[in-house]
C-alpha cells in the first residue's frame, strides 16, 4: 500500500512557475513508475506527465512538453513537477498517482494508488 499526499498548488499568474510535490509512504515507493494527471472543472481527468522507478525514462503529453518537468527523488519519496510558463488552460486539479508495473501509461487504469489532488488555478 502508498499513500501519496500533493502538495504546492494554489492562485498562480499566468507565466509562473510553481512546483507541486508528491509525498509518498511506504518501502516500496522506489519500486513503483509515478504519474501526474489533471482534472480541469466539467472535463475528464487527462495525463501530464509520467516517470519510471529509477528516474531515468520520463514522458509528457504534448500541451505540456517544454514547460513541464516531472523529477523523483527516491531518498525522499517524493516525486516532483515543476511547472513553468503556466497559462489559464493549465488550470485544474493536479493528482500524482503511482504504478506498480512500472508501465508508465498515460490510461489511468494502470495506475494503482492516487493522492487526494492539488489545485492549480492560473489567472489571465
Known amino acids: 500500500q502508498v499513500q501519496l499526499d500533493e502538495s504546492g498548488g494554489g492562485l498562480v499568474q499566468a507565466g509562473g512557475s510553481p512546483r507541486l510535490s508528491c509525498a509518498g509512504s511506504?518501502?516500496?515507493?522506489?519500486?513503483?513508475?509515478m504519474g501526474w494527471f489533471r482534472q480541469a472543472p466539467g472535463r475528464e481527468r487527462e495525463f501530464v506527465a509520467a516517470?519510471?522507478?529509477?528516474?531515468?525514462?520520463?514522458k509528457y503529453v504534448d500541451s505540456v512538453k517544454g514547460r513541464f518537468t516531472i523529477s523523483r527523488d527516491n531518498a525522499k519519496n517524493t516525486v516532483y513537477l515543476q511547472m513553468n510558463s503556466l497559462k489559464p488552460e493549465d488550470t485544474a486539479v493536479y493528482y500524482c498517482?503511482?504504478?506498480?508495473?512500472?508501465?508508465?501509461?498515460?490510461?489511468?487504469?494502470?495506475?494503482?494508488?492516487w493522492g487526494q489532488g492539488t489545485q492549480v488555478t492560473v489567472s489571465s
Open positions: 498517482a503511482a504504478d506498480r508495473t512500472n508501465a508508465m501509461a498515460s490510461q489511468r487504469n494502470y495506475y494503482n494508488f
Open positions: 516517470i519510471n522507478w529509477s528516474g531515468s525514462s520520463t
Open positions: 511506504g518501502r516500496t515507493f522506489s519500486t513503483y513508475a
